[in-house]
C-alpha cells in the first residue's frame, strides 16, 4: 500500500443492481434539486461554446438554443445511455479523489453523454468533421515518446499534454500504467449502447491495458465479476487536476479510460492546475501538429 494502490475489491453483481433501482426511483427529485448547479457547471466549463440556459434551453454562444430534455419522463438508465438528455447527462456527481476503502462505485456519473451536444462541440466523426481539429501530443516524452492524437477543441490536447507532463514525472512504479496507450482518437460506438464513445471526438485517452479492468468480464468473458481495479490513485487524480473523469467511478467501471468532462470537475479541479490560454499554446506549440 506504500504507492497507494487501491487492492482488488469485488462487489456482486445483485448490490450493483440494487443501487441503481433505488437511485433511479429518486432520481428525479435529486436531479431537479442539482439542475441549476450542475448546469451552471456546464455552462462555466465550457466558455468558448456556452453563454447560459433557461427554463427549457441551453443557449449557445452562436445562438442555437438546445433542449435541456428531451421531453421524456426519467427512467430506465440503459435508456438514458442510449437517448439521454442534456440534463440527464449531468445528473449524476462525479467523486472526485479516491474512493472509500472497502467499496467500489455507486452509478456511472458521466457515462450517459448527449450526442447532439457533443456533436455540436466537436464535430461528427462520422462526417469527418473530427479529425481536421485533431493535434499531436507526445505522450510521456521520457517514459514513452511516441505521438498520440487529440482534439484541439477545449484545449484537450494541450490538457493531454499537461497531464503527460505530470505523469513522465512520477516513480517509474506509478508511470508505468500510464504507457504504452490503447488509444485516444476513434471514430466508434460504445458496444453497450450503440452511441458515440467519447473518443469519437478526440476527447479521450486509454492507458496501459495491461493493467486494465473492465465491468464485462475480467480476462474470462464472464458477465460480471463484481469491482475490480489496479489504476494507483495518484495517476487519477493528476487526470482529474485537469478535467477528465475516470471511468473507473463507474458502476460499469472501465479503469483504462479517461474523459475530457470538466462539468463533472468544477468543484474539484485546482484552478492553479488549470492552464492559462497562454500556457495552453506554449504546451501545444512544443508538440507535434501532425493531422
Known sequence: MALGFWRHRRLGQGRRLA???????????AAAAGEPAALDALVHAYPDFLV???????????GTRMPLSEGRPTGDFAEML????????????????????????TGDPGRV????FFDKMYGNCWKGEVRPRLVGVVWLPRSWGRTIEATSVNGVAQRIAAVS???????????R???????TYNCRTVADTGQPSMHAWGAAIDINTTYADYWLGHRSGTSDT????????ELVEIFERHGFIWGGKWSHYDTMHFEYRPELLSDQVATES?????????IGSGNDRRR
Open 52 to 62: 447560459g440556459y433557461d427554463a427549457s434551453d441551453l443557449i449557445w454562444r452562436d
Open 82 to 105: 442510449r437517448r439521454g438528455s442534456i440534463l440527464d447527462q449531468i445528473r449524476l456527481p462525479y467523486p472526485a479523489g479516491p474512493l472509500t476503502a472497502g467499496a467500489g462505485p
Open 274 to 282: 488549470q492552464p492559462s490560454a497562454a500556457e495552453l499554446r506554449r
Open 177 to 183: 500504467y500510464a504507457y504504452p496507450p490503447a488509444g
Open 113 to 116: 453523454r448527449n450526442r447532439a
Open 19 to 29: 443501487f441503481l433501482a433505488a437511485m433511479l426511483a429518486g432520481f428525479a427529485d
Open 226 to 233: 463484481g469491482y475490480l481495479n489496479r489504476i494507483p490513485i
Open 165 to 175: 507532463a505530470e505523469v513522465d514525472a512520477l516513480p517509474l512504479a506509478l508511470r
